[in-house]
């Protein structure tokens, strides 16, 4: 009995002597302004792609998360919550590059001060009530407003994002050395005034203009903090749809402000939009696109006549086509189903698009995914994935 004990013992030694450490990590101190405020951070040694940020995990993660509660407070389209935040990280990369920088969603606006930001303008009353002097959206009793004081003081402004960007200083110290701040603004005003619900709508440029007069504000509240003095801060407008929208709003103009540098100079349009397929819109100004997806739904018809609508989301950015997402959404009977209908989409992918977009076909039943197709722009075979 002895010797088995020793041969299970000595197996057991063998066998985690052999076992591989994943060691996909690494730890480093975050350097701030002041040096009692240090923290250790996490960076993971691997990226998925060289055209993603490795992010920086902190101590003060809960806080992020708390901050974040406040986009999916003040933005109504799910769709708008996803876009403003990814595409923040990609306007960001043409300033800071994810071969030089770390990712961090924002660390220095809190929760409360977002809020705050976010909220009507509000003085003191005389008899020292707390106001609120930070609002960034114009002062005005809701409560006993008029509909006509409502239309000339409408909130503009829905949400302010924040994303820090870092780099190494040292072997095992990193440092903020840029900052993305967006802002989000409203597209339709909805208030109610003598019990009755109104809408008012906001064109590009009023937008436009209030975005850069946000972001002066902004700017100035930012250069008072001693972290963010000496930071490069890249600001971009966005403007949001309406929340029954099927496709995500757009970046309307960014710019880079240098460290240092307290007031903004020039913006730069961006000209970047999402589509639907199929609209009026998507007839009207992107007609050979149109036509494309107009013939993919007719096979898909073809083969599963009852299948229940179809629809696509195009990202255009100077007009060009990058990529388009497609739902197909069908109840299927089998996994046989399953496996013989996306196969029979995989050929329909490889053979109607064009190769210099992303083509992304998302097939679902009535409450889960089925299977997704992918392919890149450039290459010839989609990646598929069935789920079990």
């Known amino acids: 009995m002895r010797k088995l004990h020793a041969l299970l013992l000595s197996s057991l030694l063998f066998i985690s002597a052999c076992t591989p450490v994943f060691d996909n990590r690494e730890e480093v101190i975050q350097e701030t302004k002041d040096e009692n405020s240090n923290q250790t951070a996490i960076v993971p040694n691997y990226t998925m792609s060289d055209e993603n940020y490795r992010m920086i995990l902190t101590e003060s993660s809960p806080k992020v998360a708390k901050a974040r509660t406040v986009t999916t407070n003040q933005m109504g389209n799910r769709l708008d919550i996803a876009e403003f935040e990814s ?12 071969e030089d920088y770390f990712f961090q969603p924002g ?3 809190s929760q409360d001060t ?15 009530k707390k106001g609120n002097e930070e609002g960034l959206n114009p002062e005005l009793n809701e409560d006993e407003a008029s509909v006509e004081e409502f239309r000339n003081n409408p909130k503009y402004i829905s949400n302010i994002v924040e994303q820090d960007f870092l780099v190494k200083k040292k072997e095992n110290v990193v440092e903020v050395q840029g900052v993305t701040i967006g802002i989000s603004l409203r597209t339709v005003y909805n208030f109610t005034s003598e019990d009755k619900d109104y809408q ?11 975005g850069k007069a946000y972001a002066g504000e902004i700017l100035t509240r930012l250069r008072e903090r001693k972290e963010l003095k000496d930071v490069p801060i890249v600001f971009a407008l966005y403007e949001e749809e309406e929340a029954s929208s099927k496709v995500p709003g757009k970046f309307l103009s960014k710019t880079y402000v240098k460290a240092s540098n307290n007031k903004i100079g020039d913006w730069d349009p961006i000209n970047e939009k999402h589509v639907l397929f199929p609209s009026a819109e998507a007839q009207e100004d992107y007609f050979e ?12 018809a073809d083969y599963f006549p009852n299948f ?5 989301n195009g990202f255009y950015i ?13 109840q299927f009977h089998s996994q046989s189903e399953v496996v013989g209908f996306t196969q029979y989409v995989y050929s329909l992918v490889v053979e109607m698009f064009p190769e210099h977009y992303d083509v992304e076909v998302n097939i679902k039943s009535m409450d889960r995914q089925e ?3 992918v392919r890149k722009a450039g290459e010839q075979e989609p990646f598929v994935h069935i789920y079990e």
């Open 114 to 128: 977002l809020l705050s930001w976010l909220s009507r303008y509000k003085e003191a009353d005389e008899k020292g």
């Open 200 to 210: 008012e709508n906001h064109s590009t440029s009023e937008l436009l203009k209030k």
């Open 308 to 312: 229940v609508g179809m629809i696509a």
């Open 371 to 373: 299977s997704l197709i």
């Open 107 to 109: 660390q220095f606006l």
């Open 289 to 300: 696109d149109s036509q494309i997806f107009s013939d993919f739904r007719k096979e898909v």
């Open 318 to 330: 100077d007009d060009e086509l990058q990529q388009v997402s497609i739902d197909i959404p069908i």
């Open 87 to 98: 595409g923040l990280r990609r306007h960001s990369k043409e300033y800071f590059s994810p």
